[in-house]
């Protein structure tokens, strides 16, 4: 006898995964493939970082558990990093460290809302929002935007999209357009949220991670919005696991209650390795400086290939074209790519279910002459 599955559990696969699974055979049988589909920093932790880990593990080989919202230290050193950072003050008690932002993410959805609540989204937009959404029983409310608005949300989208919201995700600068809100534009944002009982959930997962102006916390704008942010970009601490979140007063204790029950705490070492990483920003920086050469590189040379509708990309590792003068089906478009140019990219249908078969996502995490050499293949391939 089969037993049941639950229906919130049958959530969609992401679609990019089977770019990657086919780029990671062909690399395999020995295909140089030139990678643009992944996301996540070429890079590491800074090695003083790791030297600093092997000297807390070999003094405490033990690394239990430590409170639930993490150590207050690291907590602590988060809310002196907002002081120095964005001129935004708050008490660390505000600060809960997680198992990634992902792990964030979904308390942030429990802890804020109750099953039917109404909760928009902003396509194209990363999509376990959706999926986390939908699996929690909440209703996904998408708002769509377009280059017009650099695929952001405004205050008249908002105000356009005719629904009584509970609660708004935005994501700045954005996975997978790398476009940002203006700053004016989201405290107006945030007040429009405040007014209208709306629970502004901001993911900053790829703050400092900008090539133009830096980016703008909403904790700055208000004390009602939960913040999102991660070790695993900018940082480079992907595997390490470890994010956290701001939190407003009254969602403190809740959250606390929900990391008891599902994470216990998050994890040890990496938040040992987080809390050093603040003391060599110099050497992150650097890697900032590495992705801006090599989105420069893209913006010059993909036009050449076609690739002429791109996404005003200022921070992330991400650009968005828009190639529907070049295909109506991606998926089959990035195939045939990887099999005839050898490069690989996201065809955008994880990202826009309605839209996302005209666009594509890339990824300029990587070497530099990788890059270049992507853009000469793309050039051939488009001839
Ligand atoms: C926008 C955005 N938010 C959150 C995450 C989750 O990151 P992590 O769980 O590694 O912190 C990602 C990862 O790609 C992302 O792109």
Redesign the pocket.
């Known amino acids: 006898m089969t037993l049941k599955a639950s229906k919130r559990s049958d959530i969609p696969m992401f679609r990019a995964l089977d770019i990657l699974r086919e780029a990671n055979k062909r690399a395999a049988d020995g295909e140089n493939i030139m990678r643009l589909e992944a ?1 996540l920093p070429c890079f590491g932790v800074p090695q003083p970082v790791l030297d600093y880990a092997k000297q807390v593990i070999d003094s405490d080989p033990r690394q239990t558990y430590t409170e639930s919202l993490g150590m207050s230290l690291v907590r602590d050193r988060i809310s002196l990093y907002y002081r120095d950072r964005y001129g935004v003050d708050f008490d660390y008690s505000r600060v809960a460290l997680t198992a ?3 792990g964030g ?1 979904s308390m942030a959805f429990m802890s804020a809302f109750d099953v039917g609540d109404k909760v928009a989204i902003c396509t194209p937009t ?1 999509p376990p929002y959706r999926n986390i959404i939908n699996s929690l029983g909440l209703q996904v409310v998408e708002i769509q935007t377009s280059a017009e608005t650099d695929y952001q949300p405004t205050v008249e989208l908002l105000e356009q999209c005719g629904e009584k919201l509970d609660g708004l995700v935005i ?1 700045s600068p954005s ?1 997978p357009t790398g476009t940002m809100i203006a700053e004016d534009e989201l405290e107006r944002i945030c007040n429009w949220c405040d007014t209208n009982g709306v629970r502004l959930i901001s ?1 900053e ?2 703050h400092n991670i900008t090539y133009e102006e830096p980016a703008q916390t909403v904790a700055k704008f208000t004390d009602n919005a939960i913040v999102l942010n ?1 070790f ?1 970009k900018y940082f480079a601490m ?1 595997g390490w696991r470890l ?1 956290w979140m701001i939190l407003p007063e009254e969602l403190i204790d809740r959250v606390k209650r929900l990391a008891e029950s599902y994470f216990v705490s998050p994890p040890t070492i990496s938040q040992h390795l987080a809390y050093k990483s603040f003391d060599h920003m110099d050497v992150l920086d650097g890697y900032v400086a590495y992705y801006k050469k090599n989105l420069d590189i893209l913006k010059a040379e993909l036009p050449k290939a076609g690739f002429d509708k791109l996404s005003n990309a200022k921070g992330a590792f991400y650009v968005y074209a828009d190639v529907h003068h070049l295909t109506n089906d991606t998926e089959d478009f990035c195939r045939r790519m990887l099999g005839e140019a050898k490069v690989s990219m996201t065809p955008g249908l994880d990202f826009d279910v309605s839209r996302g078969h005209t666009t594509v996502r890339i990824c300029y995490a990587d070497d530099t002459d990788d890059i270049a050499e992507a853009c000469r293949r793309l050039q051939e391939w488009q001839k």
Request: hydrophobic share 15%; proline share 0%; net charge negative.
């Open positions: 996301g990634g932002s992902s993410l990363y994501c996975n993911d997962a790829y991660t695993s992907t994010g």
